[in-house]
């Protein structure tokens, strides 16, 4: 529960005590030793209810994360923008989710594998993919990886996701691959 939520439920948990004690004042012995019994049950009952929904959103909120890890986890390839070797700022959480799962399952091994389109000499364009795994796998170990986890190794120009001379097809090429 929120400490906003928590507040309003110990403010109206006190709130509806007052009104009971307030109302048995005026009463005989007989009927103040029934008031409190019957307010109990009240709060009790709107005490069940709220801890009942509040249950079920945290339940929902678990189903939630729990797809949208799932999904991130699913998400194995990561593009690059022309010639740079940062990976691109929407990127963030996906890694970060990759991160922590690593951190999880200290046993799990992964393999990056760096990309470059056909634009540059071969030797340029395995440093440019080195770069680019490198710059992967140190975002995965800042979010809990171990570096004996990760492996990397640059292909370059030479496994091209796409043929062509087209800015899409350089724009696949692009890439990291966790494998």
Not at 71 to 96: G, H, K, P, Q
Request: glycine residues 6%; proline residues 1%.
């Amino acid at each position: 529960m929120g400490t906003h939520s928590m507040k309003l439920f110990k403010t109206t948990i006190l709130a509806l005590s007052i009104m009971g004690l307030a109302a048995c004042s005026s009463t005989g012995d007989e009927d103040m030793a029934a008031a409190p019994a019957a307010d109990t049950s009240g709060i009790d009952a709107t005490t069940a209810a709220a801890q009942r929904a509040e249950a079920e959103r945290l339940a929902r909120e678990r189903e939630a994360q729990q797809r949208m890890e799932a999904a991130a986890l699913n998400t194995t390839v990561f593009y690059f923008d022309f010639d740079v070797s940062e990976f691109m700022a929407s990127d963030r959480d996906v890694l970060a989710i990759h991160g922590r799962n690593l951190a999880a399952n200290s046993s799990k091994r992964i393999r990056l594998e760096g990309h470059a389109d056909e634009r540059g000499t071969r030797e340029y364009n395995l440093a440019l993919g080195e770069r680019r795994a490198n710059s992967i796998r140190d975002y995965l170990v800042v979010n809990g990886a171990s570096l004996s986890q990760i492996e990397t190794v640059s292909y370059g120009e030479e496994r091209p996701a796409a043929t062509g001379q087209t800015e899409a097809a350089y724009r696949l090429n692009r890439r990291v691959e966790i494998k």
